[in-house]
């Protein structure tokens, strides 16, 4: 148990499966004591077969909550000990079922009593223990079937390496960054156009030196994120040239973009936030939904690829 307590919860699936190692190898002595020649493993399909209904492996799988190759696997084998039988759909000779065989039910009647001492016995252990287990799997089922180990992990990473971003103005040192960002979101999508030039070659010219401001996401120190707040007629602001390398995918800094923007659009005063973009890109819509941005119908734009616009009122 000490490695255990010294690697922490990061072992819980390698403790679980000692656990379930541990109970599968005295499960067998216990089947050993009522002389059931049973393999622990075999039990959930042989107790959805034993009330006498043939079922297909589907069948079987989808009550017990196994995977197909698994079920398929215990039924060969308890086909090949003689607890088990295929027999073919009288209405469909292309599909099998299984049941048990004389030998499996007269085991199934020779079970019952270690059916009830077994779930005494685990009563018990349950009453003797803190903390009732049968509980926390219930509840720790209910969890991961809601959020995954995978998907809770890929948030704390996320979160972990958003925690190193750092959101920076733009100074002359990044023009080339600002520039290589752009165009290599711009090309995956679509075509640079003539504006794409013009802002990307001269950001100074046409989006500081008009009052708009230029923001740089780094993460360790290199520039892996950009967007744009080129100033528009009034207290209005568009939010423009957001493009974040593949390489900082997962690190949010989308997101941590967008929040810094719409911090410095209030700060320096903007009523209104507009934006360009193209619902092909899902991610991106999604983000500015989640900004809270809403879908407008705007001004005519100079990009061939904006088939969408939408504004967030900062009043």
């Known amino acids: ?9 990061m072992a819980l699936g390698s403790r679980l499966r000692r656990l379930s190692e541990l109970i599968t190898d005295q499960a067998a ?9 049973l393999q622990p493993k075999w039990f959930p399909v042989f107790y959805s077969l034993a009330a006498g209904e043939n079922k297909s ?8 909550g196994h995977s197909h190759p698994s079920v398929s696997t215990i039924v060969k084998e308890m086909v090949s000990q003689g607890f088990a039988e295929e027999k073919p759909d009288k209405s469909d000779g292309r599909k099998n079922y299984i049941g048990l065989t004389g ?3 007269i085991v199934n009647e020779r079970i ?3 059916y009830a001492d077994v779930n005494s016995a685990i ?3 349950i009453n003797e223990s803190q903390y009732n287990l049968w509980k926390a799997i219930e509840e720790w089922e209910y969890l991961l079937e809601q959020k995954s180990l995978f998907k809770r992990v890929q948030e704390e990473k996320k979160l972990r390496e958003s925690a190193d971003v750092k959101i920076i103005m733009y100074a002359p040192e990044h023009k080339e960054s600002f520039k290589q960002l752009n165009e290599e979101w711009i090309t995956t999508w679509f075509k640079m156009e003539e504006s794409d030039h013009k802002s990307l070659d001269h950001p100074e010219e046409y989006i500081l030196d008009k009052g708009g401001f230029i923001l740089i996401a780094t993460y360790n120190n290199e ?4 967007c744009a707040l080129i100033k528009m007629e009034g207290n209005t602001y568009e939010l423009a040239k957001m493009a974040v390398s593949p390489k900082a995918k997962g690190k949010g800094i989308g997101w941590l973009l967008g929040n810094a923007a719409i911090a410095k659009a209030k700060d320096v005063g903007a009523k209104r936030l507009y934006l360009e973009s193209n619902t092909i890109l899902k991610p991106a819509i999604n983000l500015y939904n989640k900004l809270g941005f809403k879908k407008i119908t705007g001004i005519p734009s100079p990009y061939e690829r904006c088939n969408i616009q939408m504004e967030l009122n900062l009043a």
């Open 103 to 105: 030998k499996a039910r």
């Open 112 to 114: 019952q009593a270690q």
């Open 29 to 37: 002595e216990v089947y050993s004591l009522y002389d059931v020649t």
């Open 223 to 226: 520039p892996l994120g950009t």
């Open 1 to 9: 148990m000490e490695f255990y307590n010294k690697v922490g919860k």
């Open 123 to 125: 009563e018990n252990a």
């Open 57 to 64: 492996i589907t069948q079987i799988a989808q009550e017990i």
